[in-house]
Each structure stands twice: as C-alpha cells, then as structure tokens.
C-alpha cells in the first residue's frame, strides 16, 4: 500500500509507485561525507510473529525512549522498548488501519488511519477518543504545545487540531518561500513544526502559526533525495530518513550535515526503502525500512547549542555571576568577561564586578563547554549585561508631636533624614512636602521645598502627608528617599449634645436619644451610641446598650441614666458627648396578664385562677377571691374550693402582679356564677356481709371529702320485697340484730346532705340474712379433778355478760377409767360416793341464750379414791407378833409396800384401792414403839405416797 494519495490516484497506487522509485533511485554518498553514525541493533524483522513489522512508515517515541510503529496493514500500533524488546500492541479492534502515530507529554498515543479519522489511546492503551478530520488522507501526525499537526497527503495540507479534534488552522500551498509539493512525514517540537517534502527534496520549517522559518534542502553537499520521515531531538537537531536517498541523515538546527549514512542493501546499516525515523535526546537514532526492519544507530556526542544567562542586578558595584547547562555534562567550563567591546579579559571566573567606571558600558561573558580530550568538541555560548548605576541608600522616618495620635491640625511633622549610607560627594539637594496620591505616589508643591518640618493644617484632613528628599552623587542614580504618615491626616470638631424624647425615664418604657447634626462637618453621622449609669463624673457603660433607644430594666431601677454621642465626620477625629437623662423610676407592665376562671364553678370543687401573659412574665402574683366583688376572707391562693353557701352567687378573682422596678398590676376576671354542687363521697359498705345476732353491723360513710358542714343519715330496718321496712329507732352508723332477727335480711337507707349540694341517698343490703350470734368466750372448771368418797362436785362457768335470756344446764355421769363418759344427771353439783370409788366422774356444761349458737364443754376428772388411812390389829401367833394392816385411799391395782424397821412385805391393791394385809415380826419388838410406813408404788418410781403412821406400843 502507499502512504498517500496525489492528483485524484488511489493511495496504493501512489505508495507502489514511490515505493518502485525508491528501488530505481539510489544517490550515493558524496566524497566528503561526514561521520556516520555507530549501528548498534536490528529489531522488529518482518515476519509472522507478534513483534514483527510489516507496512510501517512511521515512528515515535515517549519520555522513557520507547518506540511506537504504525502497521498500516494490521491496523495496529507496536510498542518496543529502547533496546527493541516487542512490549504490546495498542489499538486492536479499534483501527481499521495506521498510518502514523504520535506521543504527546502526558503519555497519550494519537494514530491516524484510513477513513478522516485519528484515534487517541491513554498510557495503558484504553481508547480515549475517536473524530474525523477534514482530510482526505491524514498521513502523518506530531504532537506539540498542546496541538496536533497532521498531513494530508492528498492535498499536501497540513492541519492543526486541538486533541478533541477541534481545527485550529490549516496551512496550504500558495506557492512562494516554503512552498510544498508534498507533504508526508512531520515533526514538532519547541515552537515549530518540520514537513519533509517527499517531491519537492525538502525540510521545510514553520512555526506554530504555519509562518515558514527555512528550508533544509541539501545533505552532505548535494540535493536531499525524497525526504519521507523526520524526527528532532531538544537540540533542534533534525534526522531525515531519504527515501531515494543512500538511507539517513541528521542535519544541525541550521540545515547543516552532521552526520549521513546508509546504502542499498539488506545488510546492517544498509536500507531498501527507509521511510521512518526517530532521534532522541541521548543521540539514539531509529530507522524504519518498509517491510523488513528496523534498525538503531547512535550519533557522536556532542554538546547541545546553549545560551549562558547572567545574575545580577548590572549595577556598578554589584557581582555578576554567569550559569550555562548543556548535554551532555562537560568536563570543565571557561569563563570570559570583557567591557565594552574591549578584547582585555577582565575576568575568568563564573564571577565579574563591574566598576562605577563602567557605567554604560556593555558587559559580555563568552562560556566554553569543554570536553575529555576534545570529545565532544567544545561548544560556547555569549551573553551580555549592560552597565548601570549604582545605587545610593539613604532612609527617612517621620515624627508626630502628638505620636499617639494621627496627624492632627496643629501637630508638626518632622523628618529626620538617614543620610550614612551617602557616598561621599552626596548630597541632598530637595526637600518637599505633599500628599500622597491615589496610587500611593508622593505629589509634592514647590512652597514645601527646604523644611524639615510641616505644620498639620486643616487643609491636609483626609489625607496622608508625605515628604521627598533628593540626593545626588556623581555614578550614582539620582537617589529620592519618601516618608509617609501612618495615618490620615484628620480634623476635630465638637459634638452636638444629644436630646431624649423622654425626660423621666421608668423602668420599661423606651427613651429615644437624637443628635442635631446642623452645625457638625459635612457629612457627619453618629456612629456610636452608648447608654450608661451616672458615676461621679462618668457615664458607667450598660452593656449592649449601643442604639439610639433604649429600655431601661430593673437593674437600672433608682438610677441616674445617661448616654453618651459619638459622631463621625470625614477626615476628623471622633467627636463624643454625653447627656444626663434622669432617674429611672418604676414602670407599667408593658402588658397586664389576662385573668379568667376556666370552666364550670360548683359548690365543693376546686377551680383554679388562669394567668396568662403579662409583661415582665417573671412577676409574682397575690390572689383574692371575691364573692358578688366582695372580698372572701382568706381565699387568697391561686385554688379556690366554693362552699355549698356559695351557690347562686357571683365568684371572680383579682390578681395582683409584683414585679421590682414596676407599679403594681391590678386585673379581675369576669364573674362566674356557682352552680349546685355534687356530693363526693366515696360509697360506703357494710363493715360484714353476714349480720350475727348481737354483733354490731355498721356502715361507715367517709366525709372526709365532703363539705365540712355536710351529714350523714341511717335508717336500718329489714328488707321486704323491694322494701327497707325501718327497724324503729335504728338510725345510727352501727345497728345490733336481735334473736327476732334471725334469718331476715337487714338493710339501711343512709343519705349526706349539704347545703348547696344535691343530696346522696342509697339502700344497703348486706349478702347474708342475719345469723345466730356466738356467745362470749367462756369456760367451765370442775371443782377439783381428783375426787375422793365424800366430795361434792361442781362446773361452775366463766364468762362475760351473757345475753338476755341465757341459762346453764350441768349433767353429770360415771364411767370405769378410759371408757366413754355419757352425763345423764341434771344437777348443779354432784356427790361422790365410795360407790363410786376407782371410777371416774364427767360432767357436760351447756349454756343456751335466744338467737345464739348453744356453747357446751365436758369435763372428766380422775379415778375417785378414798381417803387414804391404815389400821392396824395384833395378835401373837407361836411367840410371833401379827399385825393386821388395814388401808385405804390407794388405786386399784397399785403396789404397795409395808415396812417396819427393817422388815417389810409388798402387794397390789385391790379394785377399790384398799389392802388388808397381816405381817409378822421377830420379838424384838416388844420393848419399843415402831411406825408402820405404808407406801404406794406404780412402777420401779414412786408415783403415789402415802405415809400412814400407826404408832403401837409392844407389850
């Protein structure tokens, strides 16, 4: 394929031809040919593989040096590293085909392809953009400054675009210097923009305006032969791959052959049909041959074209110093200075002080980079620096007599000169006054000229003074030295007294100060307001009492009030006056609360006075009560409870609201007439829900909420049908049923009434019919519980009262020991027998009373026993004495146990507890008296004793 199109022809058909012309063409290199660049390497060989090149015409690098082919057949762009490693591909899917690409400074690959159209990719290779440009063919394209520049090989135009695609210019042929017949490959750099003419055998040169600079025609001496591709490095150095040519060249930033190399042939350094080209900074230099490769050589070094720049102020008397930076580092650097056109070297350092003698003169330092050995070559640079000169220092301060205080009329004004730093034969030849302008220059008067001092008039109020000193000295600048005042200059005048609308002030009421500003300067205002307290000879401030009104609170209450003016007038000092307004006294409420009684008023309910605004809102209140607008004694709190007397009458309330500092308000509410009142007692209930005969019942009625003057009624009485039939004379809290009661129920009629108050009546029933009582607690004793033959026996009962109509009913009975008892004898008291001896008597007490529960209790007492004695006989027996022992009193069964001294005999008793029982005995009882001991045992323990002592005297 062909990279352009001309005169209407298919762009293949006019590539197959350049490219056919290339293989026909060959201009050899001239006898004197400059160096040729170093071939370093062979890279991206067409082929089949990923890094392999095919149909590129055009390179580009980025910042790091890495190089970018267009593949106009793959549609794609290649990125290898500077040493010709393949890293990626950019643009596939995206590009129909490629033409030419461009880096610009943020990394963003720009490529044109068929179609009008140039598409941009990021760093990373993501599609940014795509547009369509008004080209037919945009062949090749740079990017610089911001900008695009594209060829169009069809029409030999160049256009400039913005990176959105927008058209900035476009440049066309129009014949005359810097015309083209072609235009393919593009460069831009530092301002300006390089065509490589195809056809017409040249570089040629604009800037960005598409003005033409130059053109660069010749290589090594002879014609240049089918420029395609140009590159330029930051030393202007322009590389140009020749299409018909012997391969490539670098020409210097004036068109001048640096170096030219290559010929026909597929060897290194040799091209078929060199049609790309690269130079970068370091004199890397990379060629691309169509279809087969391509190639880097590198350049001799040699330092960058460089301009020194000079520090310093010029001044005689001022070091000048002198920087220079070029690539490569140099060796070493040379310095010298000469003085105007002079060729004596005044100095060779990077240092040079110029004298007063020079003054006007033209300083001129030549800068040589040097190399190792001549390599690179040295390289110089010139700069200039004209003369001027030198400075004097000199310095003044203004001085106040009043310093506290800006410039005043009658204050004087001196300036005191620092003239040390004078050079000698210096002199101050002016001195003037004036004022300073509005871009804060000095404008002096001639009748200020010779004083160092300045009288402060009215006629400087407003503005600020200043004073020029001149100083003069041979070589030096004319030398003017100003001070100024800190300050505007201003005037003073007194303040009008103020007035008040309000000569006795009070406590809430607000006081108006104004100011007659008539006779105060022009433009005078009042920019100050101060209210206070009088204070001897001062006005005390009240804080955040600073407008023309003030309300005077309860603080200031008793006080004397003032206020102090402060007014402002252009160009004059503040003038403040203060005026003593008066004693503040006591105020009206701004505003007296509204008082009303809410709702219904009835006897016996509590209402309360509503109170509602009011100014000031924090005053107290005191309370009355009025009945028909009589006072009622004592009601004084803000509740009030209506008695049931009350009712029918006019109820209202007055308050009186107190606040410090105002008068008292005095407000009344409309009246409220008080209606019937409603009874509130809680409901009573019976103190039991069963009644007992003679136990009292009652019903308790609480009236600790009721009026104080109400009552309570009872009316018991028992109930019949719907009926309470009253029980005459019950009519108290409490009622006792009666035995004729029993089984009937009872009920009470009780009311409250009140004065005032609609009365509360109600029937009480309890649950239960009215039950038998239970008598009181009582208790029966037996006369004793251990009978013996012959006692009598009685229950008496103990207890209480008893009720009307009780009686006491005593039965008595036997029983043998741990039998049942059944009593069956009715008797008062009860005999023992010895009948009735080792048995045991029981006795059942019943007391019985109308309407009562009967109440009985049995008693049982112990075995009856006899009364314990013994007897005894004697007889003699075979020279034995026999006693006869004869006792009773035992219980039945019980042991027993005789003894007399030493001798003693045992048995048991019999039923009736008695013992007969003879007892022998030795003589030698004969001459004594002895005791017989009876005694009764019940067990191994003796439970029952009984001594019996028989004295008997022996014979």
């Known amino acids: 394929m062909s990279p352009a199109r001309r005169a209407g022809r298919p762009l293949a058909a006019v590539l197959a031809l350049v490219i056919a012309l290339a293989g026909l063409v060959s201009v050899a290199a001239p006898a004197q040919a400059a160096d040729e660049a170093t071939y370093v390497r062979t890279f991206a060989a067409a082929g089949s593989g990923e890094g392999a090149t095919g149909s590129s015409y055009a ?71 795509s547009f369509r440009v008004d080209a037919s063919i945009p062949f090749q394209i740079a990017a610089s400054g911001g900008h695009l520049f594209v060829t169009d090989v069809d029409t030999g135009r160049v256009l400039k675009l913005t990176p959105q695609g927008e058209q900035v210019s476009t440049w066309e042929n129009v014949g005359g210097p810097g015309q083209r017949a072609s235009a393919f490959g593009i460069a831009a750099r530092d301002g300006y923009v390089y065509v490589a003419d195809l056809h017409g055998g040249a570089i040629r040169k604009y800037d960005t305006n598409g003005t033409h600079v130059a053109d660069f025609t010749q290589v090594s001496g002879r014609a240049m032969a089918g420029p395609y591709g140009v590159s330029v490095d930051s030393a202007g150095r322009i590389a140009v791959a020749e299409l018909y040519g012997p391969g490539a060249a670098v020409l210097d930033p004036q068109g001048r052959t640096l170096v030219a190399w290559g010929s026909r042939g597929t060897g290194a350094g040799q091209f078929q049909q060199p049609t790309g080209i690269s130079l970068d900074d370091t004199g890397r230099v990379y060629v691309a041959d169509f279809q087969r490769n391509i190639q880097q050589f590198e350049l001799e070094p040699t330092f960058k074209a460089f301009t020194p720049t000079i520090q310093g102020s010029g001044r005689a008397g001022d070091e000048l110093s002198v920087t220079a930076a070029t690539t490569p580092e140099p060796a070493s650097w040379t310095y010298a200075w000469t003085v105007g056109g002079s060729d004596e070297v005044r100095s060779t350092a990077a240092t040079f002080t110029p004298t007063l003698a020079d003054v006007g003169e033209f300083v001129t330092v030549t800068v040589t980079a040097k190399g190792v050995d001549g390599e690179p070559a040295d390289r110089s640079g010139v700069a200039q620096q004209q003369v001027l000169p030198a400075l004097m220092t000199a310095g003044a301060t203004l001085t106040d ?49 010779g004083s160092v001092t300045y009288d402060v008039s009215n006629a400087d109020a407003g503005r600020t003074i200043c004073v020029s000193l001149m100083y003069l000295a041979t070589g030096y600048d004319t030398l003017v030295v100003g001070a100024a005042a800190s300050d505007l200059a201003v005037g003073a005048f007194t303040a009008p007294t103020p007035m008040t609308d309000v000569q006795e002030p009070r406590v809430g009421e607000t006081v108006t100060a104004t100011v007659d500003l008539d006779d105060a300067p022009e433009g005078a205002e009042v920019t100050a307001w101060q209210w206070g307290l009088v204070d001897g000879e001062d006005c005390a401030v009240i804080e955040g009492a600073d407008e023309a009104a003030f309300t005077p609170e309860v603080a200031e209450l008793e006080k004397s009030l003032c206020v102090t003016v402060t007014v402002s007038a252009p160009h004059h000092a503040d003038a403040t006056t203060t005026h003593a307004v008066g004693e503040v006294g006591a105020g009206d409420f701004a505003e007296s609360p509204a008082v009303s009684i809410p709702g219904w008023v009835e006897a016996g309910v509590e209402t309360t006075a509503t109170v509602t605004g009011g100014d000031p809102a924090d005053a107290e209140r005191a309370y009355q009560w009025n009945l028909d607008g009589e006072p009622i004694d004592g009601a004084t709190q803000a509740a009030f409870t209506p008695k049931g007397a009350h009712r029918g009458h006019e109820l209202s309330v007055t308050v009186t609201s107190s606040a410090r500092g105002f008068v008292d308000d005095v407000t009344t509410s409309d009246a409220v007439e008080v209606g019937v009142g409603t009874l509130r007692v809680p409901s009573p209930q019976p103190s039991s829900d069963r009644p007992r005969v003679g136990e009292p019942i009652s019903l308790p009625i609480d009236l600790s909420e009721a009026p104080e003057e109400a009552a309570a009624h009872w009316q018991w009485g028992v109930a019949a049908d719907e009926d309470c039939v009253a029980i005459s004379g019950a009519t108290s809290a409490s009622f006792t049923p009666t035995a004729d009661l029993v089984g009937k129920t009872l009920c009470v009629e009780a009311g409250v009434t009140a004065e005032g108050y609609e009365p509360l009546t109600g029937v009480f029933v309890p649950e239960h019919a009215v039950v038998r009582g239970t008598l009181p607690a009582m208790r029966a004793i037996l006369s004793t519980r251990t009978p013996k033959v012959g006692t009598t026996l009685t229950a008496p009962v103990m207890a209480g009262v008893l009720p009307e109509g009780a009686s006491t009913t005593t039965t008595w009975g036997l029983a043998q020991a741990g039998k049942d008892c059944r009593p069956v004898t009715k008797a008062g008291s009860y005999r023992v027998t010895s009948a009735m001896a080792g048995r045991e008597v029981c006795v059942r007490v019943t007391v019985t009373a109308p309407g009562y529960v009967e109440w009985s209790t049995t008693l049982r007492t112990g075995r009856v026993t006899e009364i314990a004695k013994a007897s005894t006989s004697r007889t003699v027996v075979r020279d034995r004495e026999v006693f006869t022992v004869r006792a009773q009193g035992l219980a039945p069964g019980q042991r027993y146990r005789i003894s007399l001294r030493h001798q003693m005999v045992t048995g048991k008793a019999d039923s009736h507890g008695r013992v007969v029982r003879k007892v022998r005995y030795g003589r030698g009882l004969k001459s004594a008296k002895r005791t017989i001991v009876v005694r009764g045992f019940d067990g191994a323990k003796v439970t029952y004793l009984k001594k019996i002592r028989v004295t008997h005297r022996v014979r």
């Open 59 to 129: 390179l580009a690098q980025d910042a790091d040096g890495r190089i970018y082919t267009a593949e106009l057949s793959a549609g794609v762009v290649k990125l290898y590293s500077a040493e010709g490693e393949f890293l990626r591909t950019i643009g596939q899917g995206h590009l129909s085909s490629a033409y030419g690409a461009a880096v610009d400074a943020a990394g963003n690959v720009h490529v044109t392809e068929s179609g009008g159209r140039i598409s941009t990719f990021d760093p990373n290779g993501t599609l940014i953009s």
């Open 401 to 449: 007599s009043t310093p506290t205080t800006p410039p005043t009329s009658g204050d004087v004004l001196t300036v005191v000169p620092d003239e040390s730093r004078i050079p000698e034969g210096g002199r101050r030849v002016q001195t003037r006054w004036g004022h300073l302008d509005d871009e804060q220059e000095c404008v002096t008067r001639d009748d200020f000229d």
